[in-house]
């Protein structure tokens, strides 16, 4: 449930813990009268003012900074007070505690705020459109320079003006579409005259440029999952390592060291990379070790691809060839194809024959040294590939999974629309329910058609303050 949008609110803006600075901000419709009491004075709008702020009995609390942003021009559309003081938990709390009590007599609706809540007001007074909100969090969220980079362009309206421009051609479409309908007995065919077709073709290649932004962006949020999966001592710990630039995880060469999953995030071209090295697949009798490979298997069926690793030191050795087939069985059994994996080749630095490993047919092999570095390089571009990943164009900007289903519903209806228009004998009505249909799907991105159980959610993922 959205909460109440008339009351005022109050809350620290600050993340929690000790700081050289710490903010409380308050904001609602005509605080004016709240600012003037708690002060003993007006606040000059948009100016920094050095004061004491005093508890009930006038004893300072603290010394800051005040400032008072008149509605609408503030960050939530309504009027904001900000005051920055020192970042110690307890001063903030008792800035708090202190609005809250005058609140009883100047501003009795006055109540903490709910997470997300400032942004929710941003979006609900016109502020932000709700692709912005969203950026918002993704660049306070952001685990790169690229991710930061992006989510900066979508909270500038990057996305939403690629949005707009889509639903105004979509709009001017649907306007040719109705206007055949309304008129049938007009000798005139609208459609052919305005090239309707023509049109139709020149939104779905604009969509399909949206779409492979959004991608990046979405890969640039959300990253990758990467699960090293194979036989105990083929070097998976080794191989987190190398990737991660340290050492993570416990090497030995004792079999089945690792018994429980290390994860690591790293990024390549910005893409960050969730790295988790598993406990090595065998069969087992210690129960430690069993529980291990249970949870090693449901990370590989979560994962957005597998490294299976093979040693190359052993492959010739008939026990460990046969349980790596074994493996492999299990994987193309368990995933379906819907995962891809790709085969590592490890330990080039200390086998006698590397070349000749290689299986024709594989999707993606490579050959490397966990050890020495060589043929890492090659593994990072081959996960980069596979996951889609294009070189990191300035005009990336950040998506979310919602994002791309609802570019996706549009590219489905829009495909329908093509059908008709290019029918000997379109049915018309059918027509204009399928653009109907693609421009509520785009509207939902910006948040202009979208329901209040959907904004629930994603405004509760915000932080308290923000």
């Not at 948009?46 to 800051?64: K, M, N, S, T, V």
């Not at 930061?148 to 362009?153: E, I």
């Not at 909270?155 to 001017?172: M, N, P, V, W």
């Not at 026990?319 to 194809?337: F, G, K, N, P, R």
Request: charge should be negative; aromatic fraction near 4%.
């Amino acid at each position: 449930m959205l909460p109440r949008h008339a009351d005022p609110i109050v809350a620290i803006a600050t993340a929690p813990g000790r700081g050289a600075v710490g903010i409380v901000r308050v904001s609602g419709r005509g605080i004016g009268g709240f600012v003037e009491q708690l002060f003993g004075r007006k606040l000059n709008p948009r100016e920094a003012h050095y004061l004491p702020f005093p508890d009930a009995a006038g004893q300072a609390i603290d010394r800051g900074l005040a400032l008072f942003f008149p509605g609408p021009h503030s960050y939530t559309g309504e009027d904001v007070l900000e005051l920055q003081a020192h970042g110690g938990p307890v001063v903030l709390q008792l800035l708090v505690a202190r609005c809250m009590e005058l609140a009883k007599t100047a501003l009795p609706q006055l109540r903490l705020a709910e997470p997300g809540e400032f942004t929710q007001r941003a979006f609900f007074n016109n502020k932000i459109d709700l692709a912005q909100a969203e950026a918002i969090a993704d660049l306070i969220d952001a685990s790169t320079e690229a991710a930061a980079r992006s989510a900066g362009r979508s909270l500038s309206g990057a996305f939403s003006k690629e949005i707009h421009t889509l639903r105004d051609a979509l709009i001017h479409l649907r306007m040719l579409v109705e206007a055949t309908l309304d008129f049938p007995e007009e000798e005139i065919d609208f459609l052919k005259k305005a090239d309707a077709a023509g049109q139709l073709e020149r939104l779905q290649t604009q969509l399909g440029a949206v779409m492979q932004r959004a991608q990046q962006g979405a890969l640039l949020r959300e990253g990758i999952k990467v699960v090293i999966a194979g036989q105990p001592n083929a070097g998976k710990s080794s191989l987190l390592n190398a990737l991660a630039g340290a050492e993570l995880a416990i090497v030995t060469p004792i079999a089945g060291t690792t018994r429980d999953k290390v994860q690591q995030t790293i990024q390549i071209e910005g893409v960050p990379l969730h790295v988790i090295d598993t406990a090595g697949l065998r069969e087992s009798n210690d129960e430690v070790e069993k529980i291990g490979i249970a949870r090693a298997w449901e990370e590989i069926k979560a994962a957005d691809a597998v490294l299976f690793l093979h040693d190359l030191t052993r492959v010739n050795e008939p026990d460990y060839a046969t349980v790596d087939v074994h493996i492999a069985a299990e994987l193309s059994d368990q995933l379906h194809e819907q995962i891809p994996v790709i085969d590592v080749w490890n330990k080039t630095d200390a086998a006698t024959s590397v070349m000749g490993q290689l299986q024709p047919g594989r999707m993606a092999q490579v050959q490397l040294s966990a050890r020495t570095g060589d043929g890492l390089e090659q593994l990072r571009r081959t996960l980069l590939q596979i996951a889609g990943w294009q070189s990191a164009p300035e005009g990336v900007y950040i998506a979310r999974a919602r994002h791309i289903e609802a570019l996706r519903e549009v590219d489905a209806h829009l495909m329908e629309s093509a059908a008709q228009i290019h029918s000997d004998n379109p049915a018309l009505d059918l027509l204009a329910e399928e653009l109907r249909l693609s421009q509520n799907a785009l509207n939902t991105i910006t948040g202009e058609f979208t329901s209040d159980d959907l904004l629930g959610v994603i405004f509760s993922s915000f932080c308290i303050g923000k």
